[in-house]
């Protein structure tokens, strides 16, 4: 399974954007980039994913880089909801589609 | 509330006992997945079940663990003689053919 790279931690304060970095520089053709996250004592939450294109939800952005080697998840405005773990996954869509976790970032939300 | 559900939330049970978990999908998701996660750690995969058939397991998936999904709805996960270390949050999660993957909330073990 190909591997992401993802800062341990980061902070932010409340109403303010948060870029969350991912880099992942053996991704392959097949393989789409998927952001969850997980609140205290909650199953993680799917945010968003995409394959080459940006891509906007009601939640995030998720923009990604012309040579798909590295991601932002883009929050436009934190709020204390958004302190979470934050995983960028990397996922084949042939075949079982398993996730493979790392250990994330946490993101920290100062009010 | 249509989302992936987990019963029971909690479980505690003495080291050797047998305990098994439900989860049920999002009712038109054919693929589940169980995973599980120790403190600390993100979640690790455990098997998948496409539609009624288990396609995979990990080798996490000891003998003493396994996993149904009669009629391809709800499934079941079994853990037989419990250890300390079987102690963790079991997830459940579904998906569609493409899109994302839903997870429950999760049953937390404990061994002691």
């Known amino acids: 399974d190909a591997k992401t790279t993802q800062p341990n931690s980061m902070e932010s304060n409340e109403e303010e954007p948060v870029h969350l970095p991912c880099n992942h520089s053996t991704i392959s053709g097949t393989d789409y980039i998927h952001w969850y996250r997980q609140l205290p004592s909650q199953g993680p939450e799917y945010v968003i994913h995409g394959l080459t294109s940006n891509v906007n939800n009601r939640m995030a952005s998720l923009a990604i880089a012309e040579d798909r080697k590295s991601s932002t998840l883009i929050l436009h405005r934190a709020t204390l909801r958004d302190a979470a773990v934050y995983y960028c996954?990397?996922?084949?869509?042939?075949?079982?589609?398993?996730?493979?976790f790392g250990t994330g970032t946490r993101l920290l939300v100062s009010p | 509330d249509t989302g992936v559900s987990q019963d029971p939330r909690h479980k505690i049970t003495k080291r050797g006992q047998n305990v098994t978990f439900r989860c049920d999908p999002i009712s038109e998701h054919n693929r589940l997945y169980w995973y599980r996660q120790t403190l600390g750690q993100g979640p690790e995969f455990l098997t998948y079940f496409q539609n009624e058939a288990q396609l995979e397991k990990s080798r996490l998936l000891s003998d003493r663990f396994s996993a149904e999904r009669p009629k391809g709805s709800f499934s079941t996960l079994e853990i037989q003689r419990t250890e300390q270390g079987d102690s963790a949050m079991y997830l459940c999660?579904?998906?569609?053919?493409?899109?994302?993957?839903?997870f429950g909330p999760g049953t937390r073990l404990t061994v002691t």
């Open positions: 999660a579904s998906s569609p053919w493409t899109g994302g993957t839903f």
């Open positions: 996954i990397l996922r084949d869509n042939t075949g079982f589609q398993k996730l493979v």
